[in-house]
T-cell receptor, first 114, second 118 residues
């Protein structure tokens, strides 16, 4: 079975500082990995995904993530935080292409300090 | 293009009462999902439809929960009777047909229906 663990349920960073949200996965097969963002009172929106192509994946709003098999990690980063980045971020995993059953992590709430 | 539409956005009921949530997916999306999101948790899949067929309902508590997707478009999720522990956000999502590595895992979520059971 596949699972993801998000380290840190709350992360606070100053505006302009580096954003780092951590995600580690467990999978018996090469996984497909995703980051979704949820703004207050809105549905989830796909930020980026890893599907066994390039290990460094770029997404929307300046976010990127790097797949590291040796560390079973897929951490999300952004060089400079904006106030508009304040939201809840979810890491998710699926077993393989065609298996659309996503398993989500518990989420990390990102707060931006002015 | 219109997104996934859910209603109602908020619902407050007393325990033991029934409740129903409605979802209209993005036009042309054959796959429809209902997810449960408890406070402070990630979404958990309740049921997945491919057209009219429920292909994965293993996590749906069938004693009180039911779902249907007549004609393979809109879907309704029902709880009867509701319990205090059912207070949560119920998310509907859809994904496009013609699955490829380019679009795999890209689910489009509605804004959710927040249920409060008193």
């Amino acid at each position: 079975a596949q699972s993801v663990t998000q380290l840190g349920s709350h992360v606070s960073v100053s505006e302009g500082a580096l954003v780092l949200l951590r995600c580690n996965y467990s999978s018996s097969v090469p996984p497909y990995l995703f980051w979704y963002v949820q703004y207050p009172n809105q549905g989830l929106q796909l930020l980026l995904k890893y599907t066994s192509a390039a290990t460094l994946v770029k997404g929307i709003n300046g976010f990127e993530a790097e797949f590291k098999k040796s560390e079973t990690s897929f951490h999300l980063t952004k060089p400079s935080a904006h106030m508009s980045d304040a939201a809840e971020y979810f890491c998710a995993v699926s077993a393989d292409f065609g298996n659309e059953k996503l398993t989500f992590g518990t989420g990390t709430r990102l707060t931006i300090i002015p | 293009e219109a997104g996934v539409v859910q209603s109602p956005r908020y619902k407050i009921i007393e325990k033991k009462q029934p409740v129903a949530f409605w979802c209209n997916p993005i036009s042309g999306h054959n796959t429809l999902y209902w997810y449960l999101q408890n406070l402070g948790q990630g979404p958990e899949l309740l049921i997945r439809y491919e057209n009219e067929e429920a292909v994965d309902d293993s996590q749906l508590p069938k004693d009180r929960f039911s779902a249907e997707r007549l004609k393979g478009v809109d879907s309704t999720l029902k709880i009867q009777p509701a319990e205090l522990g059912d207070s949560a956000v119920y998310l509907c999502a859809s994904s496009s047909p013609g699955l490829t590595p380019a679009n795999t895992g890209e689910l489009f979520f509605g804004e959710g229906s927040r249920l409060t059971v008193l």
